[in-house]
């Protein structure tokens, strides 16, 4: 195929023979945020560019390489949107979501960052998120990581572990900052070329690094939990409490301090060890900050996002059972009569039977050719309709995946078997 026909590099179809995994998932995802009372807020794919500068932050991967960023035809920058919850401060900002009120929102939907395409990084995502806005409590703070915890359990998943860290106040991070510079000033010449550029900038970063030759050099820098105010300590130990009455296991690693500016006090993430150096499915924490830096009043918040297509890639890595879509029953007609009468019988079977999966041949084929299809489907049974069964109203049924025997049944008993027989 021509080079320019194929799809960008890193974007991805969902084929339809994964697509039940990918619904599963989210199907999952949406009753279980709204089953803790959280709604769904649907942002726009694209922003101004400038909202993710200032929410984001200027010295992160995403805002400094991994932008897909555009002029329109008007000039204006934008930005096709690389996370979710910049969109969702906007949103609720605009239309005066946060006035003393609090607010619980999910999203679910495609992000874009410009990364080196692998094994769960993709430049086309997409992602599952919390937000809530207005709780500066840690009671919140233990509700969202409970809704990813249950999100697991729900999925079947297992073998991931919880990291929990505290980043403090601003002010206290300020210290610790300066801290951290001189310790690293004093070891320069260790720092990698990424180091040496965040020194600066963001130095906590440094703490992220995944170059081995840094390990040392990192394991013995000053602890972040060292410096950590009063009041974010009785936060921190606030959740902590809470997730052990829960019982949600979790590890604290000091050097958890996540790749986006907007953080503060905790910050998390959800891990596994089955998807090599992409075992990040969930990460999130609380951003108290980012509505003031997008220009709002002070308004506590907390959320996380999820990596749909990492988890999808753990549902299949534990080869867990995905809900079927195939039919229960495939329409085989044979002749433009029982094709005719066989249309006005699958639309009542339809709508007496709402759960019913009926799929009906359609361009007509020999009764071989129907059976393959039938059985391509993965179809329990074939619904067999000819001249004969016509005349004498009825139908055949032939189970297609056991070793029972076809049967002919009375039109007018067809309902109830199905009811009976087949949606049990
Ligand atoms: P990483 O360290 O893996 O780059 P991140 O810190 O950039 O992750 P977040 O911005 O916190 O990720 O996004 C939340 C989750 O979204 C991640 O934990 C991951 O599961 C998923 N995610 C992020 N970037 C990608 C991507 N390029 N492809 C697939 N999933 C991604
Ligand atoms: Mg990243």
């Known amino acids: 195929m021509a080079k320019n026909l194929q799809a960008v590099r890193g974007m991805r179809d969902i084929l339809p023979e994964q697509s039940p995994s990918w619904q599963h998932i989210e199907t999952c995802a949406r009753e279980l945020f709204n089953s803790y009372g959280y709604n769904e807020l649907r942002t726009p794919l694209i922003e101004s560019t400038d909202l993710f500068k200032r929410g984001i932050g200027d010295a992160t991967d995403i805002v400094e390489k991994e932008m897909y960023t555009f002029e329109d035809r008007n000039g204006d920058s934008l930005t096709l949107r690389p996370e979710g919850t910049a969109g969702c401060v906007r949103a609720a900002m605009q239309h005066g979501l946060l006035h003393n009120q609090q607010q619980r929102i999910w999203y679910i939907g495609p992000m874009f960052r410009h990364e080196r395409p692998q094994k769960g990084r993709y430049r086309g995502f997409y992602q599952a998120g919390i937000e809530t806005y207005g709780i500066a409590s840690p009671d919140i703070d233990a509700e969202v990581i409970a809704i990813g915890a249950r999100l697991w359990k729900k999925l079947g998943l297992k073998n991931i572990h919880l990291e929990i860290n505290s980043l403090g106040s601003n002010q206290a991070r300020e210290v610790y900052r300066d801290v951290l510079v001189s310790y690293f000033s004093q070891n320069q010449e260790q720092l990698d070329e990424d180091s040496k550029r965040r020194l600066h900038q963001n130095p906590l970063r440094i703490l992220d690094t995944k170059n081995p030759e840094m390990k040392s050099l990192v394991d013995n820098a000053p602890d972040l939990l060292d410096y950590l105010d009063d009041e974010s300590k009785e936060h921190f130990e606030g959740l902590k409490q809470r997730l052990d009455v829960i019982g949600i296991s979790y590890t604290v690693n000091s050097r958890l301090v996540r790749g986006l500016d907007y953080y503060n006090r905790t910050v998390f993430e959800w891990i596994t060890s089955e998807l090599g150096s992409q075992g990040t499915i969930c990460a999130g924490g609380r951003y108290d900050s980012l509505v003031t830096k997008l220009g709002g009043k002070e308004t506590p918040a ?86 004969n069964e016509l005349e004498n109203h009825q139908v055949i049924i032939k189970p297609l995946r056991q070793e029972t025997q076809q049967a002919s049944l009375a039109l007018d008993k067809l309902n109830d078997y199905v009811t009976n027989t087949i949606l049990v």
């Open 302 to 387: 907390c959320g996380f996002g999820i990596g749909i297509d990492r988890l999808q890639l753990l549902l299949e890595e534990q080869d867990l059972p995905i809900p079927n879509h195939a039919p229960h029953l495939y329409f085989v007609m044979l002749g433009n009569t029982a094709e005719i009468a066989g249309l006005k019988i699958a639309e009542n079977l339809r709508e007496s039977s709402p759960g019913l999966r009926i799929m009906v041949n359609n361009g007509s084929g020999s009764f071989k050719a129907q059976l393959k299809r039938a059985d391509k489907s993965a179809a329990d049974y074939a619904l067999i309709l000819g001249d």
